[in-house]
């Protein structure tokens, strides 16, 4: 009679405050799922706070080979491309031949950021050629010069280019590890072509 009375007793206390019940079952079940988790996937966890923080700015320095002309522009800034930082970009890799300039594909340009980083450099990028206008790309196939006909450099999408201080075998290298496009090596006309098409290398 005396443990019938015990059970009795504690059903009400338990019908009188069904919600704390719920709180306590639910919050159990929280924290076994959490330790399931944190168990299962200890990789994701190191990849999570080790993941890299992005860069308040990206910053690129070039110097043109040709003209002589420099800059060093801050062309990204707190999440976005900064539009007078690309257009003065867009002005020093020029077609130096014809004087004509074209937009600078922003992929390109975090292309080289990542490889400035990569060779822990801030050096300018020593420019051979940058934009390349049709007509330019055209009277240099006609001279017999290796040009492409659908050149990446028409639009904007392709570089070529030296570091000073860094041997040109790092720059192919770096270039490579990153694997984020095409990398064509020129040691007898010293410098490295990179773009933002599929990922190749000759």
């Not at 002589?68 to 522009?73: K, V």
């Not at 340009?109 to 940058?130: C, Q, W, Y």
């Amino acid at each position: 009679m005396i443990c019938e009375e015990k059970r009795l007793t504690r059903r009400a206390a338990a019908a009188s405050h069904p919600s704390s019940q719920t709180i306590c079952r639910r919050g159990f079940l929280k924290a076994a799922a959490l330790s399931t988790l944190a168990v299962a996937f200890p990789a994701a966890r190191a990849w999570a706070s080790a993941a890299p923080v992005p860069p308040p700015e990206k910053t690129l320095a070039f110097l043109n080979t040709h003209t002589g002309e420099t800059i060093r522009a801050a062309y990204w800034e707190k999440g976005r491309y900064v539009p007078d930082a690309l257009a003065g970009i867009n002005r020093v890799l020029r077609d130096h031949r014809s004087g004509e300039t074209h937009p600078i594909d922003p992929q390109l340009l975090d292309l080289l950021h990542a490889l400035a980083r990569k060779m822990e450099t801030r050096s300018p990028f020593h420019v051979i050629s940058g934009y390349r206008s049709p007509t330019t790309n055209a009277a240099l196939r006609e001279q017999g010069r290796g040009v492409a006909s659908g050149s990446l450099h028409i639009v904007g999408k392709a570089i070529d280019i030296r570091v000073p201080g860094v041997e040109l075998t790092a720059v192919r290298g770096s270039a490579l590890a990153l694997g984020a496009g095409g990398v064509g090596y020129y040691p007898r006309s010293d410098f490295v072509h990179v773009d933002v098409g599929r990922v190749r290398s000759w």
